[in-house]
């Protein structure tokens, strides 16, 4: 029998209690929590985004008219949930 540690392979391995776990596992935790926070700012951003554009809506619907957009699109926009991507306005 060989008492030699020995490193999972396999994320899925890694995950199982008692398997001790290699540095390729360690860095790709790193960088999910790094993937996972890239993510939420990205989301704050449309979140912000979508209500200063609701807000310019709602304060000067003649700026929207400006840039060459219709309320209908702006509006589309808003309605969106925060994990949806924006079309190009």
Request: aromatic share 6%; glycine share 4%.
């Amino acid at each position: 029998m060989n008492n030699t540690p020995t490193f999972a392979s396999a994320p899925h391995q890694a995950a199982r209690p008692g398997t001790p776990v290699g540095l390729a596992e360690v860095s790709h935790r790193h960088y999910s929590i790094a993937t996972l926070r890239s993510i939420i700012a990205t989301w704050g951003e449309r979140i912000r985004f979508r209500r200063e554009l609701e807000q310019k809506l709602k304060d000067d619907p003649h700026l929207i008219d400006d840039i060459g957009l219709t309320r209908r699109q702006i509006e589309a926009e808003i309605a969106k949930p925060f994990w949806r991507v924006s079309n190009p306005l």
